[in-house]
């Protein structure tokens, strides 16, 4: 089932003199299997729009539904049942790693599983898969997570996130201040995660990685969706519009359609499609 915004708009601290509208008439659907990505220039209301999706944050206006539960600014609409949303729905948020929290790394993973109900044996079970998903065998375990370092830690605060099974993962830039071998890593647990069946939703700025990771892209300007589209279209419109870049790929796809390649831009969607197109127009 998907994830739908309907007309929604967030003001912060309204009806006081420091109101301000981050949000205006969104109109989003985030369906099943998607790895969604979205992007737009810093402060354009990016994490403000995502912490709809798990109920941090109730619409002013409008309403979002997830699933069968809706996120609605009547707060009479609204549905109950926060926690079974939150289980559901799994937010990791720009550095994760300032939310660890516990003595050690096992207990910290196996936190969310226990808070949404499962026993001690099963939470830590749930907790060991997760850790070995992201990378940390058994010596990680007694360890403090205060001692880790910068990537670490984000991993297991990832693996906090996973050890509860969401059905949605979303994650508000993942990738900032990781290393490009880190970040790699990353989004190759995001995309295995994915493969397994739970649908991404990926804030980031980083349009190389939307083009390789993404099916969809979403893009948010001042409040508003400026515009949805396929990663493969990133170099027909102007993203530098929207302070973002042209994915490398595409760029270069361009230089060589340029330079009088006749290539088929829309059959570009990995390097692997860009060789064959290659190849194919050199055969001619
Ligand atoms: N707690 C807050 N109070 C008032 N304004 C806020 C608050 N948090 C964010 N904003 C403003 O809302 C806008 C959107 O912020 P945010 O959703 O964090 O953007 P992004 O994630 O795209 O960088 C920004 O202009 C930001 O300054
Ligand atoms: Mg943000």
Do not use: W
Request: net charge negative; charged share 25%; aromatic share 8%.
């Amino acid at each position: 089932m998907p994830i739908k915004f309907q007309n929604v708009s967030y003001t912060y601290s309204p009806k006081t003199p420091f109101a301000f509208k981050a949000l205006e008439d969104i109109n989003i659907e985030i369906h099943e299997g998607d790895f969604v990505a979205i992007v737009g220039r810093t402060g354009c209301g990016k994490s403000t729009l995502i912490q709809h999706m798990n109920a941090l944050f109730n619409p002013s206006e409008g309403s979002v539904i997830i699933d069968d539960f809706n996120n609605d600014s009547d707060k009479k609409k609204r549905s109950k049942k926060v926690k079974d949303l939150r289980h559901k729905v799994g937010m990791v948020f720009q550095f994760p790693e300032y939310q660890l929290f516990e003595e050690n790394v096992e207990k910290d993973v196996a936190f969310a599983p226990k808070n949404f109900g499962m026993k001690e044996k099963e939470a830590l079970e749930k907790a060991h898969e997760a850790l070995a998903k992201v990378g940390l065998g058994e010596e990680f375990y007694a360890r403090s997570p205060f001692e880790l370092s910068g990537g670490e830690k984000r991993r297991v605060a990832i693996a906090g996130i996973l050890a509860a099974s969401p059905s949605y993962l979303i994650v508000d830039e993942p990738t900032a201040g990781l290393d490009p071998s880190g970040a790699a890593k990353l989004m190759g647990l995001f995309k295995e995660i994915h493969e397994a069946g739970t649908t991404i939703v990926l804030v980031t700025h980083d349009m190389d990685l939307v083009m390789k990771y993404c099916n969809r892209v979403i893009v948010i300007d001042n409040g508003k969706v400026a515009m949805e589209t396929t990663p493969n279209k990133l170099f027909d419109i102007e993203v530098e519009k929207y302070s973002l870049e042209t994915p490398l790929l595409l760029s270069f796809t361009a230089s060589l359609i340029k330079g009088g390649l006749p290539i088929n831009e829309n059959q570009v969607t990995s390097i692997s499609e860009l060789a064959k197109e290659i190849a194919r127009v050199k055969k001619k």
